[in-house]
T-cell receptor, first 113, second 111 residues
Framework: GAGVSQTPSNKVTEKGKYVELRCDPI?????LYWYRQSLGQGPEFLIY????????DSGLPNDRFFAVRPEGSVSTLKIQRTERGDSAVYLC???????????FGEGSRLTVL | ELKVEQNPLFLSMQEGKNYTIYCNYS?????LYWYRQDPGKSLESLFV?????AVKQEGRLMASLDTKARLSTLHITAAVHDLSATYFC???????????FGTGTSLTVIP
């Protein structure tokens, strides 16, 4: 597709459940970022991929969060044992290179009850 | 950690007026970006500023960067209702691995 695609657009889950959020970046973009945005806040960095490897995962809040990008294209953000505080919009962005502007997807809104 | 501050956080302005949004950041960076976000939508890239003194203009918006002062401005000229949105600045870390976003400026343009 022409833009960054994220699925699901909305996810409601119960506390303690496991969740996967998927991101399909713009074709040819080597850099992929995950951000989290809470209401009224700016996006908060989670993890950055350059190709297949996680070049920087310093923004992941704890070990319940994990992300993969096995073939250097689609990425999945995985959240184990979800907590109510994980509720937010999870944004994926891709870029042509390390210093290029970011192109964001529409986000996945996660609600943990 | 690089910190990015925007002010004002909220801005209500009348159509036809001019105003400036400020973005300050805490450590050296030569790259700054402005994004727009409409309610319930994702972020749309507006400007990419890649050097000291860079100035970019698009329609009623003009962005500038002063890396020595660690300051970027987004100037709005003769505001119209369609400009109502939240505007974020973001600074590239020196490693290029992270973009640090400000808290955003929520702009409302009233007739």
């Amino acid at each position: 597709g022409a833009g960054v695609s994220q699925t699901p657009s909305n996810k409601v889950t119960e506390k303690g459940k496991y969740v996967e959020l998927r991101c399909d970046p713009i074709s040819g973009h080597t850099a992929l970022y995950w951000y989290r945005q809470s209401l009224g806040q700016g996006p908060e960095f989670l993890i950055y991929f350059q190709g297949t490897g996680a070049a920087d995962d310093s923004g992941l809040p704890n070990d319940r969060f994990f992300a993969v990008r096995p073939e250097g294209s689609v990425s999945t953000l995985k959240i184990q044992r979800t907590e109510r505080g994980d509720s937010a919009v999870y944004l994926c962005a891709s870029s042509r290179g390390r210093t290029g502007e970011l192109f964001f997807g529409e986000g996945s809104r996660l609600t943990v009850l | 950690e690089l910190k990015v501050e925007q002010n004002p956080l909220f801005l209500s302005m009348q159509e036809g007026k001019n105003y400036t949004i400020y973005c300050n950041y805490s450590t050296t960076s030569d790259r700054l970006y402005w994004y727009r976000q409409d309610p319930g939508k994702s972020l749309e890239s507006l400007f990419v500023l890649l050097s000291n003194g860079a100035v970019k203009q698009e329609g009623r918006l003009m962005a500038s960067l002063d890396t020595k002062a660690r300051l970027s401005t987004l100037h709005i000229t003769a505001a119209v209702h369609d400009l109502s949105a939240t505007y974020f600045c973001a600074v590239d870390s020196n490693t290029g691995n992270q973009f640090y976003f400000g808290t955003g400026t929520s702009l409302t343009v009233i007739p």
